[in-house]
């Protein structure tokens, strides 16, 4: 299994760009989640979904789109790049069947905002 | 919606010591929490966790304490290695997205001093 794979794992944007960071999971897991992580501030939940054709707002999901039409994957569009996303975006995926919540977490995408 | 406090966030111990880390939370409704260890420039891995039925829980040198009264929990590392540096954070989850919708601490970093 690859687990979680996140692609690009750097990327560069200047303001007012957009783009879509990929994240694909092969466990079967119905649960998955984007946060980003700033120095000094943990990992911020963004977007999260319970399934395929479910989403819901994490804590921070002001200009960010996502969508979950399979369980494998769960894109995150940023719809109009400003410096303030500059960060370290993590996708993660769990069962969600109530034996476990572990998260696995994919590589991470730096993404830097000019 | 649930806030996580984590305390400190930078300790040092010589190896073979032992490192205590804190967190509070606000939402009387949570009640699982686990605990992830990111290595630098890593992906966050659970390394422990509990939920809300449970005081405390042990995994060979890692332990975690539960105190829902109060809201917190800890963990505690015991014969420290060097290899055990790195940030920890901890987690709550709780309400109707339980086990998904996670509130992160910001934080402690970790040093083992050989």
């Known amino acids: 299994n690859a687990g979680v794979t996140q692609t690009p794992k750097f990327q560069v944007l200047k303001t007012g760009q957009s783009m879509t960071l990929q994240c694909a999971q092969d466990m079967n897991h119905e649960y998955m989640s984007w946060y980003r992580q700033d120095p000094g501030m943990g990992l911020r939940l963004i977007h999260y979904?319970?399934?395929?054709?479910?989403?819901d707002q994490g804590e921070v999901p002001n200009g960010y789109n996502v969508s979950r039409s399979t369980t494998e994957d769960f894109p995150l569009r940023l719809l109009s790049a400003a410096p303030s996303q500059t960060s370290v975006y993590f996708c993660?995926?769990?069962?969600?069947?109530?034996?476990?919540?572990?998260?696995?977490f994919g590589p991470g995408t730096r993404l830097t905002v000019t | 919606g649930e806030n996580v406090e984590q305390h400190p966030s930078t300790l040092s111990v010589q190896e073979g010591d032992s490192a205590v880390i804190k967190c509070t939370y606000s939402d009387s409704a949570s009640n699982y929490f686990p605990w992830y260890k990111q290595e630098l420039g890593k992906r966050p891995q659970l390394i422990i966790d509990?939920?809300?039925?449970?005081g405390e829980k042990k995994d060979q040198r890692i332990a975690v304490t539960l105190n829902k009264t109060a809201k917190h929990f800890s963990l505690h590392i015991t014969e420290t290695q060097p290899e055990d540096s790195a940030v920890y954070f901890c987690?709550?989850?709780?309400?109707?997205?339980?086990?998904?919708?996670?509130?992160f601490g910001p934080g402690t970093r970790l040093s083992v001093l050989p």
């Open positions: 987690a709550a989850s709780g309400g109707h997205n339980y086990g998904q919708n996670f509130v």
């Open positions: 979904s319970v399934g395929a054709g479910i989403t």
């Open positions: 993660a995926s769990s069962y969600g069947d109530g034996s476990s919540y572990e998260q696995y």
């Open positions: 509990i939920r809300s039925n449970v």
